[in-house]
């Protein structure tokens, strides 16, 4: 009786843990590797708007826009209705964050031929271009990768539309 016992005990134990475990995207671990989002072992393919194996909660929304200097394309990743992460390339010179559903600029600029100034309310962070880089903005961290930027050429005052700043990046919520 002792053996049957101890048995049901076992069984009842892991089915409540199985009854309880959080979701594989919940579970796996959303980074930014050299450039890419990835969910475990999965790369997110940024084309698809279906979810993708590790996370059928996932979807995509595509924005294409057009800029006098070329077309510009945004895409987010949404968890159940909640962002989790964009890839952008477009023509400006920031990035946006999203908090409690609504989106933040954050202004970046260059500070050299490789590296980029994030501007923070706390303070300037200073990144690499080609280089993960975690920060936080208002208690929630995020991963950013920016793939490339460039100023205009010439003095921002004197810029038109043809002439503009020009942002490619990739921002992960890791809340």
Same mark, same amino acid.
């Not at 793939?147 to 539309?161: D, G, M, T």
């Given at each position: ?8 005990? $076992? ?7 199985? !009854? ?13 590797? =050299? ?6 072992? *999965?790369?997110? &393919? #940024? ?12 979807? $995509? ?8 200097? !070329? ?9 159940? &209705? ?11 010179? #920031? $990035?946006? $964050? #999203?908090q409690n559903n609504h989106p933040v600029k954050i202004f970046v600029k260059a500070f050299s031929d490789t590296k980029l100034l994030l501007s923070l309310p706390n303070g300037e962070i200073e990144m690499d271009i080609q280089s993960?880089?975690?920060?936080? @903005?208002?208690?929630? =961290? @995020?991963?950013? #990768?920016?793939?490339? @930027? ?10 038109? *539309?043809?002439?503009?700043? =020009?942002?490619? @990046? ?6």
């Amino acid at each position: 009786m002792k053996v049957s016992s101890l048995i049901a005990c $076992i069984v009842c134990f892991l089915s409540l843990l199985l !009854g309880c475990s959080p979701s594989s995207s919940e579970q796996a671990n959303w980074q930014i590797k =050299h450039g890419s989002l990835w969910l475990g072992s *999965e790369t997110v &393919d #940024w084309q698809s708007t279906t979810a993708f194996e590790m996370c059928n909660t996932c979807n $995509i929304k595509q924005i294409a826009d057009f800029h006098p200097s !070329g077309p510009s394309v945004t895409y987010q990743l949404f968890i159940t &209705d909640k962002w989790k992460a964009s890839k952008v390339d477009e023509f400006r010179n #920031w $990035i946006l $964050i #999203w908090q409690n559903n609504h989106p933040v600029k954050i202004f970046v600029k260059a500070f050299s031929d490789t590296k980029l100034l994030l501007s923070l309310p706390n303070g300037e962070i200073e990144m690499d271009i080609q280089s993960k880089t975690n920060f936080s @903005y208002n208690g929630k =961290h @995020y991963q950013l #990768w920016v793939e490339s @930027y460039r100023s205009p050429v010439i003095a921002a005052h004197f810029a038109n *539309e043809l002439d503009s700043h =020009h942002i490619d @990046y990739l921002l992960l919520s890791l809340e």
